[in-house]
């Protein structure tokens, strides 16, 4: 096992020396697949974060991409859950400061990776509601696996549209911005949310009754809309049922 852990670990590591098992036998080999292996990672990287490749530039995106990859291996071997911690990874880079956004962009781009890979079930329906109307303030909710929800200082939703297909063109990306991720059916939905929805959505989200999301929802803002909010989460699929008395 050891021997096993040094021959990955090398792979990682262009410093580090060919393993004693294939130092005599195939050195030139191992060091084709050791870069195979930090190339395919760099390549996974670049695919499922696009738009913060975009923002960087290809060279400068894989040079960095290549650094990530040499300190976190994969943990699992689909490589579309691959970056986990890629976000936070470039939030630390000290080099990054003239793009403050770039970590928030990178977590709106994994919760839209989770979203696309997330388990195929039911959606919350008006109906359900409508059937526990006489509890509908004390109601709580389960939420959708697709669903992702992001407040950011800046203006991620506009940034990501500009660099997933847009011209990348962003006129104030200072612009505090919150989305929501879901889907509801076969395709993800990145919504920008105005800040008291992102608000009542969060709380239910994280298990709130119905009554004390909507508090918080007309704290943040007193525009608040609670029937359109609510009409929104429903058609959005935020939400796959209500939970139960005994918490089912």
Not at 142 to 155: E, G, I, N
Not at 167 to 174: E, F, I, L, S, Y
Not at 204 to 229: M, N, P, V, Y
């Amino acid at each position: 096992m050891q021997a096993e852990a040094r021959f990955a670990a090398g792979l990682l590591d262009p410093s580090a020396p060919v393993p004693e098992q294939v130092r005599d036998q195939a050195p030139r080999r191992y060091a084709v697949y050791r870069n195979n292996v930090t190339v395919g990672l760099v390549k996974a990287l670049e695919a499922n974060f696009p738009a913060v490749r975009r923002l960087l530039g290809e060279a400068y995106f894989a040079g960095l991409a290549r650094a990530f990859a040499q300190r976190h291996p994969p943990e699992s071997p689909l490589l579309f859950h691959y970056g986990a911690a890629f976000p936070a990874y470039l939030a630390a880079q000290d080099d990054l400061s003239g793009f403050p956004y770039l970590a928030d962009v990178a977590r709106v781009e994994q919760g839209w990776r989770r979203a696309y890979h997330a388990a195929d079930v039911q959606v919350l329906e008006a109906a359900d509601l409508a059937l526990a109307a006489d509890r509908l303030m004390t109601l709580r909710f389960k939420p959708h696996p697709a669903t992702f929800v992001l407040a950011s200082s800046y203006a991620v939703h506009a940034i990501l549209s500009a660099n997933r297909g847009g011209d990348g063109v962003v006129a104030d990306p200072a612009r505090p911005q919150a989305v929501l991720i879901t889907r509801p059916a076969h395709d993800v939905i990145v919504t920008a949310l105005p800040a008291e929805q992102h608000a009542f959505l969060a709380a239910l989200i994280d298990g709130a009754q119905l009554a004390e999301a909507a508090e918080r929802g007309f704290a943040a803002g007193e525009s608040f809309d609670l029937a359109g909010t609510i009409r929104l989460m429903v058609e959005a699929g935020v939400f796959q049922s209500l939970i139960t008395q005994d918490g089912t």
